[in-house]
């Protein structure tokens, strides 16, 4: 079945890139997804990447696809303390509306002054 | 910017009783779905909901589960005899057509306590 998995920590420098990785069994994963949720809050969606992409960018973000190794990244450049959060990869296997994702653990990201 | 809300926003049940979990989706969207998080675990989907009909459930989303669109706005979730495994963080998150069917936007949640 499909599964997704994500180191459960990160611990960043300030002002440093942060890296979240995330790999996924399900080779026909359609859609691939980050979100965000800070201490108390909903699931915040940040960006998305359709798997026929390598790549995309959205201001501090870049979501990178290797599609072989089934193997998703997020990467946040100058890592604020507002980025402090936890960060969900998940996974759509139609990517259309009413198919349900299939989430990660979620990587608990920690900002260091 | 519009978003989805949810009521209560914590909910406090004893074992046996029925729950209705309460959220108003983005208005001009057009699927449904409700997610639950028990904690420490995954966030689990449990259903999606299109044009007044389950589109497809989890197996977790079994006899005790039901959903419901009662009028324009509100779509509910059921669970009718509570289980002390039921604890958790229930998601409603909604997306909208084309395009926009891809991005499920999510409410901050019910936490539901069965004691």
């Known amino acids: 079945g499909e599964d997704v998995e994500q180191s459960l920590f990160l611990s960043v420098r300030e002002g440093d890139s942060s890296v979240i990785n995330c790999t996924y069994t399900d080779s026909s994963s359609t859609y691939l997804y980050w979100y965000k949720q800070e201490p108390g809050a909903g699931l915040q969606l940040l960006t998305y990447?359709?798997?026929?992409?390598d790549m995309k960018q959205d201001q501090r973000l870049t979501v990178l696809l290797n599609k072989k190794d089934k193997h998703l990244s997020l990467r946040i450049a100058d890592t604020q303390t507002g980025d402090s959060a936890i960060y969900f990869c998940?996974?759509?296997?139609?990517?259309?509306?009413?198919?349900?994702?299939?989430f990660g653990k979620g990587t608990h990201l920690i900002i260091q002054p | 910017e519009p978003e989805v809300t949810q009521t209560p926003s914590h909910q406090v049940t004893q074992m046996g009783q029925e729950v209705i979990l309460r959220c108003v989706p983005i208005?001009?969207?057009?699927?449904f779905y409700w997610y639950r998080q028990i904690l420490g675990q995954k966030v689990e989907f449990l259903v999606s909901?299109?044009?007044?009909?389950?589109?497809?459930k989890s197996e977790i989303f079994d006899d005790q589960f039901s959903v419901e669109r009662p009028d324009g706005s509100n779509f509910t979730l059921k669970i009718r005899s509570t289980k002390l495994e039921d604890s958790a963080m229930y998601f409603c998150?909604?997306?909208?057509?084309?395009?926009?069917?891809?991005?499920?936007?999510f409410g901050p949640g019910t936490r539901l306590t069965v004691t």
């Open positions: 208005s001009n969207h057009l699927y």
């Open positions: 998940a996974e759509s296997m139609m990517g259309g509306g009413a198919d349900g994702l299939t």
């Open positions: 990447i359709f798997s026929n992409m």
């Open positions: 998150a909604s997306s909208g057509s084309g395009s926009g069917s891809y991005e499920q936007y």
């Open positions: 909901f299109y044009n007044n009909e389950i589109s497809e």
